[in-house]
């Protein structure tokens, strides 16, 4: 698969690094070129690096790796270039106190795909910290772990899932665009729990085999945004 990563941060490193060795080709664009070419050259592989305008018309799919905000002034700026395109989201609207951004309206995944209404957006990768991503695999108690992912376009699901994939993790159907939000809202609190709290949040939520309480047996049928996808 071609990638373009639009961004030169900690997220564009640690995802562009499994996907390199993975196979894929990368494409890291940035608006210090200067920067895509370092990062470029600690990935290796088949690795270029150039604008983000060259990274956005270089792939399959485009990484949005950028804080939010500028994701959509830069995806504005480049949506004749990103029309038809995979546009994968892993940003988070938090600021100051874990308080949500985008204050109830739109998500950030939403705002991209006004900005660019040609494009094929996809949220993932949103909920955990740089490092997380940079585990090689990411595998916690036996677990590879899970990675939400919402989106409306088909064929955009199945190649985000092989990235997620690709990166050592599971790809967990989360539903349609409209559900980013809630993606993000979770990336919130979860923050708050963690960084404000030193809490783990793995202690909200009891094992499946008690989501419809003791003795209860969840039907995939009726919950299906609930279940990983087969590997």
Same mark, same amino acid.
């Given at each position: ?20 060795? @993975? ?10 070129? !200067? ?12 690795? %270029? ?21 500028? %994701? ?14 995979? =546009?994968?989201? $892993? ?6 106190? *874990? ?14 795909? !006004? ?9 993932? *990768? ?13 595998? *916690?108690?036996?677990?590879? =772990? ?22 050592? $993790? ?6 349609? =665009? ?40 969840? @039907?995939?049928?009726? !919950? ?8």
């Amino acid at each position: 698969m071609r990638i373009g990563v639009l961004g030169t941060g900690g997220m564009a490193d640690a995802l562009a690094t499994h996907w390199v060795r @993975a196979g894929h080709e990368v494409l890291v664009g940035g608006r210090d070129e !200067a920067r895509a070419r370092l990062l470029a050259g600690r990935l290796g592989g088949a690795t %270029g690096y150039g604008s983000l305008r060259a990274a956005a018309g270089f792939g399959d799919v485009a990484l949005v790796a950028l804080p939010y905000g500028a %994701g959509e002034t830069v995806v504005g700026e480049l949506r004749a270039t990103l029309a038809g395109k995979v =546009l994968l989201d $892993c940003s988070n609207p938090v600021g100051p106190g *874990f308080r949500l951004l985008t204050d109830g309206g739109p998500s950030a995944a939403s705002r991209l795909a !006004a900005a660019a209404p040609a494009a094929r957006v996809v949220k993932a *990768f949103n909920l955990c910290h740089e490092d997380v991503w940079r585990m090689d695999p990411p595998v *916690f108690d036996g677990q590879r =772990l899970a990675v939400p992912v919402c989106g409306d376009d088909a064929t955009a699901l199945t190649l985000v899932r092989r990235l997620v994939r690709d990166a050592g $993790c599971a790809p967990l159907t989360g539903g349609g =665009l409209d559900r980013a939000g809630l993606l993000e809202a979770t990336a919130a609190l979860f923050i708050g729990l963690w960084v404000g709290e030193g809490a783990d949040v793995r202690a909200m939520a009891p094992p499946l085999e008690f989501a419809e309480g003791p003795g209860g047996t969840p @039907a995939r049928a009726e !919950a299906p945004s609930g279940t990983p996808d087969p590997a």
